[in-house]
């Protein structure tokens, strides 16, 4: 009997091991985003103006996990170009072809600071992103878009592109 319990406890010492040593997944240093959705909705504001929102959300994963900035990034690098983090390009569809639309300068956003727990220090997370158009905008006589799009680290990697489905606005 003290034999089996020996072994017993031998087992489960070794499960326990072995459960602890399952191998962290690594991922590059490099962001990698990924189109996942989008919603649009239409709606007249308060002071009567007719407003289109198109809403996409996008993974991304970063093996450091240094995505984000803070208030207090404000020095270089974080200047320019990198004051923010999150770029887009905006193309209509006309005529069964997408068009870019150029100078949209609310294009390009801010993803606040994540702070990666733990050992691992891989960031896996889900972005929405808000697009506001206005019946005064050239742009509000279309009813589909597309968005090209990628993401900037900390360490000023650049994730890849990638680009939404036909984001259709009813009419």
Do not use: W
């Not at 003290?2 to 399952?22: E, G, R």
């Not at 191998?23 to 985003?33: A, R």
């Not at 994963?61 to 983090?85: A, F, T």
């Amino acid at each position: 009997m003290k034999f089996f319990f020996k072994v017993l406890i031998f087992d489960v010492l070794i499960m326990s091991l072995l459960m602890c040593c399952t191998k962290i997944e690594s991922y590059p240093n490099t962001p990698e985003v990924h189109f996942k959705s989008y919603t649009t909705d239409r709606f007249i504001d308060n002071s009567d103006n007719d407003i289109k929102l198109a809403e996409i959300i996008f993974s991304f994963v970063d093996g450091d996990g240094d995505i984000g900035l803070r208030q207090s990034d404000s020095l270089e690098p974080y200047v320019g170009k990198y004051k923010n983090n999150f770029f887009s390009s905006l193309y209509i569809k006309s005529n069964g072809k997408y068009i870019e639309v150029k100078n949209i300068f609310l294009s390009n956003y801010t993803i606040p600071y994540i702070e990666p727990k733990g050992q691992n220090k891989t960031l896996k997370a889900d972005v929405k992103i808000t697009f506001e158009y206005t019946n005064s905008d050239t742009l509000f006589n279309y009813d589909t878009l597309m968005y090209k799009y990628y993401i900037i680290d900390r360490a000023l990697n650049q994730s890849n592109i990638d680009s939404t489905c036909d984001i259709v606005f009813k009419k």
